[in-house]
């Protein structure tokens, strides 16, 4: 019996065997080549049968060959820098199906920018070097708003200026904050009183992208763009979702909040956006007895319109903002018993496009600011409104593309400070002309000069030429420029420091235009490997020469601060390199450094100036983990030594900065419509040093002797002769913290 039992076993095993291997024989096969649009084979292609969850890799030839099961069949085919393909197939009686698959360059690649000549154009084609960052790079790093978020790009620095209420600016290039003109969607939105306290209301939720041109830009965009421009472009009505939602919060309790809402008026579809900032929990963790991070409460609401022909946008901003010790509070605003600045800021904007044609457009922007602060005991009240109009046309004759424009911008501004005796209206009218020629998208040349008339200053021309060329497979560009910019200068709206503290303001003569002269030289070559890893080298030197550069003197006298042109010039120059990495769908990396060498040359002496990094770098690193579905984000910046204005010879505190890091991790988890993210910022906990603000304890100078040339005097409390000074800042006190959050999003 056992061996019946054993013959019948080994029996049906064979049968089985055998109907195995009969239908394994017989299972259906598609093979073939992976293919570019030029019939290059491609070599580490993925091919994905998502009915049998299989998936190989094309060989060295370019070749494949997978399974599939009798009927339907899905195929999805990709590699790095193409779009994903997907092949439904059908197998009957077929023993199998050979096919050539033909992948298509991502045009996601060919991004398009506008701020390099005022019209769109492909980033690869531009002649003008622009440096393009999407939504998505930001979101790797949330912030509440654009001044925290563009620190992470190379060479872009948001510079800390007060310890108390912490106003900052944006700087390009080691240049002063003031030399950066920052655009909402191509218009001079953000100028005057705006550059200290607009920029932290701008939400990122808003961005589309940001456009970033490093060099002076004033051929285009006249005054303020003497060291370059940062576009911010706003989001697409139409390319947007239904209802967006994004919240989070960090352990010191900050709460941020966006809103997004598309529908449709009459036959234009409208975008509102409403964004909210919280934070209201004083945290003195350095026991100065200050607040460590200025107090907020702010919304900002956008509203924009868009049609075929033409979009209306507006803006509404509001906060309400202090710091100071810690027991401050608002019925001590101006008065000089407990110190706190605080500030409330009322904003509003309108701007709009109507596109006649595709050649010619119309572009208008109005903006009203209004300041109501306290810096301890000085009061500062301003008021700003700027409306600015431009006409541009664009037409070709032969090879060569014009742009010729027409702009007058308004300005009026009015404060409660000495030097403004009575309100000050500058008409600016300009007119600028630029020729484009092109050869075949490989080689172009342009040349612009722009005219400007300054009611209180006379006329200004800021000409410039650009050069580019390609290779032929255009993988690789070479790009040459030289120009020039100018620009005038408000000392209370750009420079903070002037409001704060217990130093006195010195104008030694009406302050003239700044101008300036810049060369610029750029490499930028794609490297593809066989495996599908894509990578880009962008590399840049440069140098700009400044004159009658306006530079604060804190040295000559600590309780001064000193306003001149500089008898002299102001040289700007260094070179930086980024590298950009995408090993696979999953994982791609950017590294960046920037060098400067900034000086000041005047009378045959050489000075460095204040808060200049002598280096800076950026990095970012994302991997996607497709077995537990996580993204995980890196990002990240180092700052070199800066110069720091100190009260005299005694002063303690540094006079340099360290040179520090700041590191950042994020994860996110995306389940459905909901994406859920966790992280934490400044994760190797760097702080400035803890005296940062001098004599904390003594904010209004009441235990400060002062001789007969108002100087303080060294004495048993005050053994350095130092006043109260909080401007010697460099970067936020916050630390580590932690952060969580959610979006939403319904897909169209």
């Not at 006329?459 to 120009?483: A, C, D, H, Q």
Request: net charge positive.
């Amino acid at each position: 019996m056992f061996h019946v039992n054993s013959l019948s076993r080994f029996i049906l095993i064979f049968v089985n065997l055998l109907i195995f291997f009969s239908i394994y024989s017989k299972a259906q096969t598609l093979k073939g080549r992976i293919l570019d649009q030029n019939n290059n084979l491609i070599i580490g292609a993925t091919i994905f049968n998502s009915s049998l969850k299989k998936a190989i890799i094309s060989d060295s030839s370019g070749r494949f060959k997978i399974h599939a099961k009798k009927g339907e069949n899905k195929y999805i085919i990709s590699f790095v820098g193409f779009k994903p393909k997907v092949l439904d197939i059908t197998f009957e009686n077929e023993d199998f199906i050979e096919t050539d698959v033909i992948l298509r360059s991502d045009e996601s690649l060919k991004e398009v920018v506008v701020s390099g000549t005022l019209k769109n154009i492909s980033k690869l084609n531009s002649t003008v070097p622009i440096e393009l960052y999407k939504a998505g790079f930001f979101r790797a790093n949330p912030t509440a708003s654009i001044f925290e978020a563009i620190e992470n790009i190379n060479g872009i620095r948001a510079q800390l200026n007060c310890n108390v209420c912490n106003t900052g600016d944006i700087r390009i290039n080691g240049q002063e904050g003031a030399n950066t003109m920052v655009l909402i969607d191509g218009l001079p939105i953000v100028s005057g009183l705006s550059t200290v306290y607009g920029l932290t209301g701008i939400p990122q939720s808003l961005i589309q992208q940001i456009e970033i041109i490093k060099g002076p830009s004033s051929t285009l965009y006249g005054s303020e763009a003497i060291g370059g421009i940062i576009n911010l472009i706003t989001k697409v009505p139409e390319k947007v979702s239904p209802l967006s939602i994004e919240s989070f919060s960090s352990s010191w309790g900050e709460v941020n909040t966006d809103l997004g809402v598309k529908f449709l008026v009459g036959q234009k579809t409208n975008l509102l956006g409403i964004n909210h900032f919280l934070y209201q929990n004083p945290i003195d963790k350095n026991n100065d007895g200050f607040t460590d991070l200025t107090l907020q409460n702010r919304i900002s609401i956008f509203n924009k319109l868009s049609g075929k022909k033409n979009n209306i946008a507006f803006r509404y901003f509001y906060e309400d903002r202090w710091g100071g010790q810690t027991n401050w509070n608002k019925s001590e605003r101006g008065r000089n018993n407990i110190y706190g600045e605080s500030i409330y800021t009322n904003r509003l904007e309108i701007f709009g496009k109507y596109l006649y044609n595709d050649k010619f457009f119309f572009q208008y922007s109005f903006n009203q600011h209004h300041q109501d602060s306290y810096y301890g005991t000085l009061s500062f009240d301003a008021k700003q409104t700027i409306g600015f109009l431009q006409t541009v046309y664009n037409f070709k004759i032969s090879k060569s593309l014009y742009t010729l424009g027409l702009s007058y911008r308004y300005t009026g501004y009015d404060d409660n400070t000495p030097a403004t005796f009575k309100k000050d209206n500058t008409h600016l009218p300009g007119i600028f002309i630029q020729n484009e020629i092109i050869n075949n998208n490989e080689k172009s040349l342009l040349l612009g000069i722009r005219y400007d008339y300054n009611s209180n200053y006379g006329n200004v021309f800021t000409p410039r030429i650009n050069f580019k060329k390609s290779s032929e497979e255009r993988n690789s560009t070479l790009r040459i420029g030289f120009g020039s910019g100018y620009r005038i200068v408000n000392v209370f709206t750009e420079d903070h420091a002037a409001l704060t503290g217990a130093r006195d303001i010195i104008f030694m003569e009406k302050l003239s235009p700044e101008k300036s002269w810049n060369f610029n030289l750029n490499y930028v070559k794609d490297l593809y490997t066989k495996r599908g890893q894509v990578f880009k080298v962008d590399s840049s030197i440069f140098k700009t020469i400044f004159s009658n550069r306006i530079i604060p003197d804190y040295d000559s006298n600590p309780n001064q601060i000193i306003y001149s042109n500089v008898n002299g010039i102001v040289i700007s120059q260094g070179g930086s390199i980024d590298f950009f990495g995408k090993i696979s769908n999953v994982l791609d990396f950017q590294i960046g450094l920037t060098y400067v060498d900034t000086y000041i040359k005047e009378n045959d002496k050489k000075s460095i100036p204040y808060l200049t990094e002598e280096f800076s770098g950026s990095y970012k690193m994302v991997y996607y983990n497709n077995f537990i579905k996580l993204k995980f984000d890196l990002t990240g910046n180092i700052v070199g030594p800066m110069k720091l204005p100190l009260l005299s010879a005694l002063d303690p505190r540094p006079g340099y900065s360290p040179t520090f890091n700041i590191l950042n991790l994020q994860v996110t988890k995306k389940v459905s419509d909901f994406e859920f993210f966790i992280g934490v910022k400044n994760l190797f906990d760097f702080k400035p040093p803890l005296n940062s603000i001098a004599r904390a304890f003594d904010p209004f100078d009441k235990q400060v002797t002062f001789d007969n040339n108002g100087s303080p005097v060294v004495s048993e409390n005050n053994p350095f002769g130092l006043t109260f000074d909080p401007t010697y800042a460099f970067y936020s006190n916050q630390g580590i913290r932690s952060f969580f959050g959610l979006r939403y999003l319904i897909n169209n």
